[in-house]
């Protein structure tokens, strides 16, 4: 069993910044991919950010050059850098993580936290 807790969510004023953090605990043998989503009130869920073994990124557009995804591999944490905040920004996020859970198997099964609420005032 993983369980992924999410903390740095908060309220904020448009134009400041929030550094999302996501640790990964349990037994865990790898990690593969890495990744924040968000769901707004009315909304369907979408990715915000991925990271991948090796470094790769992806990022929607809407952050692009306002959002950071990073990963300390030792910690099993993937962090969130968000900067220039806009009210449309407000959503709950969710961490994600692809984990290989089973000794010797490379099968990787996807993880989800809790969810931590972000809002951004006008």
């Known amino acids: 069993q993983v369980q992924l807790v999410e903390s740095g969510g908060g309220l904020v004023q448009a134009g400041e910044s929030l550094r999302l953090s996501c640790a990964a605990s349990?037994?865990?043998?790898?990690?593969?991919?890495m990744a924040w989503y968000r769901q707004a009130p009315g909304k369907q869920r979408e990715l915000v950010a991925q990271?991948?073994?090796?470094?790769?990124?992806n990022y929607a557009d809407s952050v692009k050059g306002r959002f950071t995804i990073s990963r300390d591999n030792a910690k099993n944490t993937v962090y969130l850098q968000m900067n220039s905040l806009k009210p449309e920004d407000t959503a709950v996020y969710y961490c994600?993580?692809?984990?290989?859970?089973?000794?010797?198997?490379?099968?990787?099964?996807?993880?989800w936290g809790q969810g931590i609420q972000v809002t951004v005032s006008s």
């Open positions: 990271i991948v073994t090796g470094g790769r990124t």
């Open positions: 994600s993580t692809d984990a290989a859970v089973v000794f010797g198997s490379s099968n990787m099964f996807r993880y």
């Open positions: 349990g037994t865990i043998f790898s990690i593969d991919r």
